[in-house]
T-cell receptor, first 112, second 114 residues
Framework: ETGVTQTPRHLVMGMTNKKSLKCEQH?????MYWYKQSAKKPLELMFV???????ENNSVPSRFSPECPNSSHLFLHLHTLQPEDSALYLC???????????FGPGTRLTVT | GESVGLHLPTLSVQEGDNSIINCAYS??????FIWYKQESGKGPQFIID?????DKRQGQRVTVLLNKTVKHLSLQIAATQPGDSAVYFC????FGGGGNKLTFGTGTQLKVEL
């Protein structure tokens, strides 16, 4: 266990559905990240939050909407997704005194 | 743009042998490097890190070597065990407008044969 939890672990949704992914860290970290992991591709950084403020949006389509209500929680709201959005979505957190990021187990998303 | 890449997508080793996983990076300004291990169904897990002012760092059964001259990073696993079977990623840290950012390689699948 890394101290970063993600729910749900698996999600199947249609293209017209709206769903949310949740990430929670119990490590006292102040930075949180969303990554997309597709088969045979490097991890793609999506969003970065530092002290609840979004500091990076890596040209992510607007059908992905992040929310960070506090330093311990991070959400990814999904709507009108496409089949190519099917992937493993990983959350990570970091304390600003280090570079190491701690990852959650991920949410396996399938868009039908 | 800058990228981090791995030389081999798959590495098969016999149990008990040493494993060496390689990584090439292109950003000479990167100041920190990490190796992660990702087992099936899990998120990446930190293995070992190294700062750019070092050329070698050892952990428990693992050693990371950094060659800044040729921008090369390697992970050595001693006495490889079945539990070492996983995908291994290298990542480099750089500093940009959004703060520190890790850039990841594609990953190498390590398979340990009994």
């Amino acid at each position: 266990e890394t101290g970063v939890t993600q729910t749900p672990r698996h999600l199947v949704m249609g293209m017209t559905n709206k769903k949310s992914l949740k990430c929670e860290q119990h490590l006292g970290h102040n930075a949180m990240y969303w990554y997309k992991q597709s088969a045979k591709k490097p991890l793609e950084l999506m969003f970065v939050y530092n002290f609840k403020e979004q500091t990076e949006n890596n040209s992510v389509p607007s059908r992905f909407s992040p929310e960070c209500p506090n330093s311990s929680h991070l959400f990814l709201h999904l709507h009108t997704l496409q089949p190519e959005d099917s992937a493993l979505y990983l959350c990570a957190s970091r304390h600003d005194s280090t570079y190491e990021q701690y990852f959650g187990p991920g949410t396996r998303l399938t868009v039908t | 743009g800058e990228s981090v890449g791995l030389h081999l997508p798959t590495l098969s080793v016999q149990e008990g042998d040493n494993s060496i996983i390689n990584c090439a990076y292109s950003n000479s300004a990167s100041d920190y490097f990490i190796w992660y291990k990702q087992e099936s169904g899990k998120g990446p897990q930190f293995i070992i890190d190294i700062r750019s002012n070092m050329d070698k760092r050892q952990g428990q059964r693992v050693t990371v070597l950094l060659n800044k001259t040729v921008k090369h990073l390697s992970l050595q696993i001693a006495a490889t065990q079945p539990g070492d079977s996983a995908v291994y990623f290298c990542a480099e840290n750089s500093f940009g407008g959004g703060g520190n950012k890790l850039t990841f390689g594609t990953g190498t699948q390590l398979k340990v044969e009994l």
